[in-house]
């Protein structure tokens, strides 16, 4: 028996059930979920064809309330910042991100919240507000925010440093809690994206009511 005889009898295993995509034009159509980190950044996608624009950002930004200098601002720190990973490592002149790279975006000194394919750590996320809130645990202020970005700090890592720091201090601006504590329910919907739906739908509501910004609620309907 030849050695290309040996290797065809070897027993192979079957290859798995996978789910079975129709063709795009097809109408019952059926993509994989996204991860929660897929979800977050797909409230930017503004034309859902799973590539997030600059433009596409200020205007989520826009749409969330932040004002015009906040959301240039942002735009130009997520997409210098995370244009390169989520682009099959190649430059792209336009800075756009595309989606489905979204997990290589993960940086060091986060919670840790996400795992490396971007979904959610349940047991992480939980952890994280046992060790940094008091009890009953259900909540942030904003300096035990930045003591959990110490406590999860990585040695010579200035760049995940930055980028915890702005993405608390960004949810904590959006949030804006009336008593100065971030829930842990709004944390968990900023990390699924599910958050920046409820307020931009409340910013679009206050919009169309004219209620002038001093008067305004915070944004998720609290008192002020």
């Not at 600059?54 to 932040?66: C, E, K």
């Not at 002149?93 to 979904?119: C, F, M, T, W």
């Not at 995940?160 to 949810?171: I, K, P, Q, R």
């Not at 904590?172 to 931009?200: H, M, N, Q, T």
């Amino acid at each position: 028996m030849t050695q290309r005889d040996r290797l065809e009898n070897i027993p192979r295993m079957p290859p798995p059930d996978l789910p079975q995509h129709p063709a795009p034009a097809m109408e019952d159509q059926v993509l994989p979920p996204l991860t929660e980190l897929q979800g977050h950044a797909s409230f930017f996608d503004r034309d859902n064809d799973g590539v997030i624009w600059p433009t596409d950002t200020y205007n989520g930004m826009r749409a969330l309330g932040f004002g015009i200098l906040l959301s240039v601002f942002g735009m130009l720190v997520i997409h210098n910042g995370l244009s390169l990973p989520c682009n099959n490592w190649w430059p792209d002149p336009l800075l756009r991100i595309r989606i489905k790279h979204v997990h290589r975006a993960i940086h060091g000194s986060d919670s840790q919240s996400y795992n490396k394919r971007g979904e959610l750590s349940l047991p992480t996320f939980d952890q994280n507000f046992l060790f940094y809130s008091p009890p009953p645990h259900t909540s942030l202020s904003f300096w035990e925010g930045v003591r959990m970005i110490r406590g999860n700090a990585n040695p010579f890592d200035p760049f995940g440093w930055t980028a915890a720091a702005l993405e608390w201090l960004g949810l904590y601006l959006l949030v804006w809690p009336a008593d100065g504590r971030v829930g842990k329910e709004e944390v968990r919907g900023c990390l699924d994206g599910s958050l920046f739906y409820k307020i931009a739908q409340k910013e679009e509501e206050r919009n169309k009511t004219g209620v002038p910004a001093l008067k305004r609620e915070n944004k998720l309907g609290k008192e002020l």
